[in-house]
Structures are given as C-alpha cells and as structure tokens.
C-alpha cells in the first residue's frame, strides 16, 4: 500500500474528510509506535567508519537512535565486536587516554558522540550496525511497512483519526483491537520468524490433538 492509497483507505473508512497535514500526522504517528513496539528489517542499517588513532572518540550518524552491535577490524581483516558499557565503566576502566590498544568496549557518550576503550593505536576500520528511523511513507511514498504489513499501518493510522475525530468510546476500542492484532502478527514475523531458522530453532510445530 503506498501513501495515496492510505490516504484514501483513511478516508473511505472513517466517512471524513481530512487535511493533508492531518492525515500526514496518523500516519507519522502509527509508525512511530510500530517502530518502538516491533523491531523489522527496515530499522536495521549498516555503515563503516574509520577510527583515528590516538582519539577515543568516534562520531555517530546523524540518524542513529540505538546500536545492533560495533565492531573493530584490525590489519588481517579479523571482526572484534566490542562490548557495550556505560560511561561510568569506561572512565574506571580506562582512566588515561594515553594508554592505546585494540578497543575491547564502547558506551554513549553524548546524543552524536561513542567513547571506546582502550584508545586506538591504529587508524581501524569500524563498522556499525544500528537502528534508526526509516523515512515515513509520507514524504516516501512507499515503505517496507506499507509493501510488507499494511494492515499494522492502516490500523494504526485509523486508531489516531478516530482519536482525532473524538469517537466513541466502543469504536475507539474496536480499532485499538484491530490495530493490537495486526501488531500481534507483526511481532510474530520481526521478533519471531526473522530472529530464527529451521536449521538453528527447528520447524514449528502445533500440537495435534
């Protein structure tokens, strides 16, 4: 479903007539709490950077919200995932920022800003696997979220107009149901069916009776 399409799905459903920075607004909203509530393949980014040798410090991207995991790659190509810690654990751990090696931890300095320890000793390659905000099929068009699971994003887009529109307090709820299990079925696919493989987890199964 692109965002013309939801737009008037919007519109159709609720018998209303909304502006367009209203219908942007549920629309921007419901993803939003899809994207807090279930983790899918369409939060997930990649990037690499470069260390500097001598500076503990290594800039985050602009659109970085949280991170998968950070890795080191020294001069034979080998991964070293470094460990997450707190600010407070790198400043004890790592009291002189003289002291230089192969970083082993990182934690959130500031909102833009990673602390590693020990310092670099070397100009390594790092790469960063982090979470972020896909950009909203308003401004898109089309997303992951409106191709793969529409009915989650009309849901909840519909939950916010009805919200909007001060509606009963039975239809309110009817849509907060409608909404709840298109989320169920979304976290059954992005925190479930793409966290496994048959080959690791085994094939599902139900009980037969």
Known sequence: MNYTELKTNIEDICENSFTDDQLAMFTQQAEQKIYNTVQIPALRRNTEGTLTSGNRFLSSPSDFLWSYSLSVVDGSGKYHFLLNKDVNFMREAYPDPNSTGLPKHYGYFDDD???????????????????????????????????????????????????FMKGEQDIIANYEK???????????????????????SGQVRVPVN
């Not at 169920?184 to 696919?189: E, F, M, Q, R, S």
């Open 113 to 163: 800003t990673f602390i590693l320890g020990p310092t670099p000793d070397s100009n390594y390659t790092v790469q960063l696997h982090y979470g972020y905000y896909p950009e909203s099929i308003v401004t898109a068009g089309t997303t992951w979220l409106g191709d793969e699971f529409d009915s989650a994003l009309l849901n909840g887009a519909l939950m916010e107009a009805i919200r």
């Open 178 to 200: 409608l909404y709840l299990q298109s989320i169920t079925l979304l976290k059954t696919l992005g925190d479930g069916k793409l966290r496994e493989d048959a080959y690791r």
